[in-house]
């Protein structure tokens, strides 16, 4: 086969990955009453954040981040604290339901993945070498 012909084949492969681990994602955050934005920004919120500083790591507009953030304190998952060192910034920070939910997210999402189960150790490392090189671009990485 020439590389081509695998390289078509790798994206067609690659899109359907996604597509399985996209509705794999919003199957198991719907159990949740989550979407995959709010999820995103549970996985962010490690530490009390600033709106605009989480608008910036999910690359979107900080207005959207203000419906998000409503969304999540409704659900008891979210406050919205002013910042210590300037009151005119709202400071977004995990309850302990929000900690909770967060925990359970990683947990589905990220542990214990079944449709990798098919791999064995070796594939699986070999799978992430060549993920990783793709994604670097082919330059070393020291943090990874």
Do not use: W
């Amino acid at each position: 086969m020439q590389r081509a012909e695998l390289e078509a084949q790798v994206v067609d492969l690659l899109h359907g990955l996604s597509r399985r681990m996209r509705e794999r994602a919003f199957a198991l955050l719907a159990e949740l009453g989550l979407t995959p934005p709010m999820a995103l920004a549970l996985r962010h919120l490690d530490e009390p954040m600033a709106m605009g500083t989480l608008a910036d790591r999910l690359s979107c507009d900080a207005s959207y981040i203000t419906g998000l953030a409503d969304r999540l304190e409704v659900l008891g998952l979210v406050e919205r604290r002013p910042d210590a060192s300037d009151r005119r910034i709202r400071q977004l920070v995990l309850t302990a339901k929000g900690r909770e939910v967060r925990r359970q997210v990683h947990e589905r999402l990220y542990a214990n993945v079944s449709m990798f189960g098919v791999l064995d150790d070796d594939e699986l490392a070999a799978f992430v070498a060549a993920l990783r090189k793709l994604v670097d671009g082919g330059a070393p990485s020291a943090s990874h």
